[in-house]
């Protein structure tokens, strides 16, 4: 018997239940939690992001509503993989509001979405229509619809109706004007909209319309600097599509990155990939949101800034540094005894380090846990640190932990 199965056979895991969560899980260990036969178990691996998508389709069969509920839920909001068939049984569940959830999936054939617009749930018939199944439908069903007894059903419909309607119903001059500084904001950085028509929003009371407009490609520096705006002392910026169409383009990007405008500076920063040269210059920013967007965005930040970023960052995202593909480095291990217990815990991810590290670091107060968990820990050293009421937990988590000693481990637990 596998330990994970054994370990689902207790009426309470530890008490913070996440570890089912968030703990990676391959396609056999997803089919033993998914067989558990207690429920939370199996809401947790419903939830779990890394769970293998055919292991979880049995979750649709499943004899608890609130477990297929759930997996309907997050198959809508996490755009997981729907499996073959596993559509077709939700469309069909006795409960309303799983049918609703994945009326809500994008990707459903075309004989799903026919069952569901006929549902006799007036919430599942509003959640599955879109634009392009009303498109699609035949006029006598559309026709049902618009007659439809349901308020919902035709509010919904007059939504996608003007959706449809008011983008090719209004001139630029009209977007221009609109009373909606929604419309405005989309109409300064629309290339459809000439700059001759767009340049009137410069004085829009809306600081999100002006900086739009002060981010058009069509612009000239002098230009951009002429509009007011105040970019805010944030991580958010307005992401135009010619900056992620041209963030490969050397000379281009490099254009961009000297640029006096810090938006464009911030939004070319967020871009997954861009040319060393650019990767240098923004690295070198002396804005502060550029340096961090780089880090928390693009996937070439150089690994000195990520370091940088990481032990002097005040906010909670510092930590999520420690995983970007560049942070992990030889040399790190000099910082083991570094004051900033950041760095004495980045030490740890020295791939060149050897046992020596994380027996050093096990007795910190501040990274001590994360140590006793490394799975490089001499097996002498792992074996007494789980005899030890302060590691024992931690030493339970290391990874290089063989699986005879956590059977014996449960046997304790059990009395056997």
């Given at each position: 018997?596998?330990?994970?199965?054994?370990?689902?056979?207790?009426?309470?895991?530890?008490?913070?239940?996440?570890?089912?969560?968030?703990?990676?899980?391959?396609?056999?260990?997803?089919?033993?939690?998914?067989?558990?036969s207690?429920?939370?178990?199996?809401?947790?691996?419903?939830?779990?992001?890394?769970?293998?998508?055919?292991?979880?389709?049995?979750?649709?069969?499943?004899?608890?509503?609130r477990?297929?509920?759930?997996?309907?839920?997050?198959?809508?909001?996490?755009?997981?993989?729907?499996?073959a068939?596993?559509?077709e049984?939700?469309?069909?569940?006795k409960?309303?509001?799983?049918?609703?959830?994945?009326?809500?999936?994008?990707?459903?054939?075309?004989?799903?979405?026919?069952?569901?617009?006929?549902d006799?749930?007036?919430a599942?018939?509003?959640?599955?229509?879109?634009?392009?199944?009303?498109?699609?439908?035949?006029?006598?069903?559309?026709?049902?619809?618009?007659?439809?007894?349901?308020?919902?059903?035709?509010?919904?419909?007059a939504?996608?109706?003007?959706?449809?309607?008011?983008?090719?119903?209004?001139?630029?001059?009209?977007?221009?004007?609109?009373?909606?500084?929604?419309?405005?904001?989309?109409?300064?950085?629309?290339?459809?909209?000439?700059?001759?028509?767009?340049?009137?929003?410069?004085?829009?009371?809306?600081?999100?319309?002006?900086?739009?407009?002060?981010?058009?490609?069509?612009?000239?520096?002098?230009?951009?600097?002429?509009?007011?705006?105040?970019?805010?002392?944030?991580?958010?910026?307005?992401?135009?599509?010619?900056?992620?169409?041209?963030?490969?383009?050397?000379?281009?990007?490099?254009?961009?990155?000297?640029?006096?405008?810090?938006?464009?500076?911030?939004?070319?920063?967020m871009q997954?990939?861009?040319?060393?040269e650019?990767?240098?210059?923004?690295?070198a920013?002396?804005?502060?949101?550029?340096?961090?967007?780089?880090?928390?965005h693009?996937?070439?930040?150089?690994?000195?800034l990520?370091?940088?970023?990481?032990?002097?960052a005040?906010?909670?995202?510092?930590?999520?540094?420690?995983?970007h593909?560049?942070?992990?480095?030889?040399?790190?291990?000099?910082?083991?005894?570094?004051?900033?217990?950041?760095?004495?815990?980045?030490?740890?991810?020295d791939?060149?380090?050897g046992?020596?590290?994380?027996?050093?670091?096990?007795?910190?107060?501040e990274?001590?846990?994360?140590?006793?968990?490394?799975?490089?820990?001499?097996?002498?050293?792992?074996?007494?640190?789980?005899?030890?009421?302060?590691?024992?937990?931690?030493?339970?988590?290391?990874?290089?932990?063989?699986?005879?000693?956590?059977?014996?481990?449960?046997?304790?637990?059990?009395?056997?």
């Open positions: 018997m596998t330990v994970l199965r054994r370990l689902l056979e207790f009426e309470e895991l530890p008490a913070d239940r996440s570890w089912l969560i968030w703990r990676k899980l391959d396609a056999e260990a997803t089919a033993v939690a998914v067989a558990s207690r429920t939370q178990h199996r809401l947790d691996v419903a939830e779990n992001p890394s769970a293998d998508a055919d292991a979880l389709a049995r979750l649709a069969h499943d004899a608890e509503p477990v297929r509920f759930v997996y309907a839920v997050l198959l809508r909001e996490f755009g997981r993989r729907i499996p068939g596993v559509a049984v939700l469309a069909g569940d409960d309303p509001r799983v049918r609703r959830m994945i009326g809500g999936c994008e990707g459903l054939s075309p004989e799903v979405q026919d069952l569901l617009v006929s006799e749930d007036p599942v018939r509003a959640a599955v229509l879109s634009r392009d199944l009303w498109r699609r439908l035949a006029e006598p069903v559309r026709r049902r619809l618009l007659d439809d007894p349901a308020p919902r059903v035709r509010e919904r419909i939504e996608l109706s003007r959706a449809e309607a008011e983008p090719m119903a209004l001139t630029a001059q009209a977007r221009v004007a609109h009373a909606d500084a929604t419309i405005r904001r989309e109409a300064a950085g629309d290339p459809q909209v000439p700059f001759v028509l767009a340049r009137r929003l410069a004085n829009d009371p809306e600081n999100t319309v002006r900086l739009a407009l002060s981010m058009r490609e069509d612009l000239t520096e002098e230009q951009r600097a002429a509009i007011a705006v105040e970019v805010p002392d944030s991580d958010w910026v307005p992401r135009p599509r010619w900056i992620q169409e041209r963030a490969t383009d050397p000379r281009t990007a490099l254009r961009i990155a000297e640029s006096r405008h810090v938006g464009l500076r911030r939004a070319l920063a997954p990939h861009l040319p060393p650019v990767v240098a210059r923004l690295a920013d002396k804005d502060p949101w550029v340096r961090r967007d780089l880090c928390d693009c996937q070439d930040a150089p690994h000195e990520l370091v940088e970023i990481y032990a002097t005040e906010d909670r995202g510092w930590s999520a540094l420690r995983y593909p560049n942070f992990a480095r030889p040399g790190l291990a000099r910082f083991w005894d570094h004051p900033n217990h950041r760095l004495r815990l980045a030490a740890l991810d791939p060149q380090a046992p020596e590290l994380p027996s050093r670091l096990a007795d910190d107060p990274v001590g846990v994360w140590a006793v968990r490394d799975p490089r820990l001499p097996p002498d050293e792992l074996l007494r640190r789980l005899t030890l009421p302060g590691s024992a937990f931690a030493a339970a988590a290391n990874p290089a932990l063989p699986s005879a000693w956590m059977h014996q481990l449960i046997d304790l637990a059990t009395d056997r």
